[in-house]
């Protein structure tokens, strides 16, 4: 049996991450991965999602590009096969990258399965057999995967989780989606642009449920327009072979309708990956699905830690990430714990949507005085320059302190924009901090600065409320 002085389970954004600063800190580590170096994410999440999504943009981009004055001779097609092809490019060119900075910052790398035997010693299986591990910490990195509903089994071929959506090998004629979500909506648009004719079913009464409905009706506007039907109030029953495709069975408010596709893409969310890692043998405390984990990220169990999905919501790639950094230093002695304002999100979607802090919906739930600054990218130059003036940029500030609580985007590049949002809400600012740094011109990041002012009544190139 061998030592080392802390085992990660799970190479994943938080695994990965947590693993790399505890190797810089000094500690001797070693990581133990099952399937996916760079875990979901990189493989069949985050990175290959938007290998797509961003090529089904620029496909539309092709198709439409005589508005900007281009003549392309020829009809624009999709091959698949180098589509495909070109993602996993990017994907294995990443994950390389995972192995090569861990194997730089002195972490050992063990493919296997690991179970937990006690507070500090864990079996690994894997296809040279069986061996046991001890260590000082232990750190639970394992993810979450898709939550399958009841009629819709994921082995089944027809019947998509992401993963499975993420390599098909061809352009379906028809692809419904159930659940108007993230991941639905992310699938969903990249089919419709690629020219698969999609249909969203939704159980709440609208997409993106808890989003800001402004957002949400900017989004469901360009949907209608690339030809995607959404069905709210409506919930999936079951689905059935047919002469050609499948048949899915939905009941909504105009009673039972069947759905014809190719393909149904299941996208309900996501379930931490709890079992079978022996959790009940050591006698973690549990959250409900989750692990019960404190600031700095201890479990009940003295030793063991918890990062990411495993811990709760949001189950984001970047909070896993950060977490991961946070319990490497507190192995390592040092005096940190999470402490986070606001956890940035982002859907990619076309347009993209982007949120910091608090949306007007939440403020107005917890009963929070607040003003609003709303700029339309209609009145931007550079998205005017760019042909991207759908959407806007909603600020919202505390009616007395001014203290900036929440940014709500919807517009081209909306992710590359957040991230002063998330730091200007990270450092405290007031409404003047923002609206008074000058932002570069022509660029999109102007609408912050323009939506700010417009919270003070002060903007210059819209009209004040």
């Known amino acids: ?18 693993a790399i600063r505890l190797g810089q800190l000094g500690i001797e580590t070693t990581v133990i991965e099952k399937e996916y170096w760079g875990g979901v994410c990189l493989n069949v999440g985050c990175i290959p999602s938007k290998a797509l999504i961003g090529a089904s943009n620029t496909y539309q981009e092709m198709k439409h590009a005589e508005s900007m004055g281009f003549d392309i001779s020829g009809e624009v097609s999709v091959n698949m096969e180098r589509l495909q092809a070109w993602k996993q490019s990017v994907v ?11 194997k730089a910052n002195g972490v050992t790398m063990v493919e296997g399965t690991a179970t937990l035997v006690s507070r500090n010693e864990v079996e690994i299986t894997s296809s040279e057999g069986t061996r046991r591990m001890t260590a000082d910490s232990i750190v639970l990195a394992t993810g979450s995967s898709p939550i399958e509903i009841p009629g ?56 993106l449920p808890g989003f800001d409905p402004d957002v949400v009706k900017v989004l469901s506007r360009r949907m209608k327009k690339d030809g995607v039907k959404s069905m709210l109030k409506t ?30 893409l299941v996208t309900v969310g996501r379930r931490p990956n709890t079992q079978g890692i022996g959790l009940e043998t050591v006698g973690i405390e549990m959250d409900g699905p989750f692990v019960k984990a404190d600031e700095r990220m201890r479990t009940s169990v003295p030793g063991i830690y918890a990062i990411g999905d495993l811990v709760g919501n949001p189950m984001l790639a970047h909070k896993a990430t950060h977490e991961g950094e946070i319990v490497a230093e507190v192995i ?52 005017i320059a760019n042909n991207a003036t759908e959407g806007f940029v909603k600020v919202l500030i505390h009616a007395e302190t001014k203290l900036l609580l929440g ?49 003070l009544g002060e903007a210059i190139h819209v009209v004040n409320r």
């Open 92 to 102: 294995d060119k990443l994950t390389g990258g995972v192995r090569h900075l861990l």
């Open 1 to 18: 049996m061998s030592h080392t002085k802390a085992i990660v389970i799970g190479a994943g954004p938080g695994g990965y991450p947590c």
């Open 332 to 383: 390592a002695g040092k005096n940190v714990q999470y402490d986070a304002r606001t956890v940035p999100a982002v859907v990619f979607t076309e347009p993209e949507v982007a949120t910091a802090g608090l949306t007007e919906p939440e403020a107005k739930e917890q009963g929070i005085p607040y003003k609003v600054g709303k700029v339309p990218f209609a009145a931007i130059g550079k998205a």
């Open 152 to 207: 819709f089994s994921f082995s089944d071929p027809p019947v998509l989780d992401s993963t499975k959506a993420l390599a098909l090998q061809e352009v379906p004629k028809r692809l419904v989606v159930i659940g108007g979500g993230y991941i639905g909506l992310e699938m969903g648009g990249v089919y419709a642009r690629l020219g698969t004719e999609v249909t969203v079913v939704e159980m709440m009464d609208q997409l």
């Open 235 to 264: 919930r999936a029953l079951g689905w059935e072979q047919a002469s050609e495709g499948i048949v899915v069975k939905v009941e909504g408010p105009d009673g039972a309708v069947d759905l014809p596709c190719d393909y149904v």
């Open 407 to 455: 940014v709500t985007i919807v517009g081209h590049h909306a992710s590359d924009i957040i991230s002063e949002a998330g730091l200007a809400i990270e450092m405290s600012a007031e409404a003047l901090d923002v609206g008074l740094t000058i932002h570069p011109h022509p660029t999109l990041g102007e609408a912050v600065m323009e939506a700010t002012k417009a919270a």
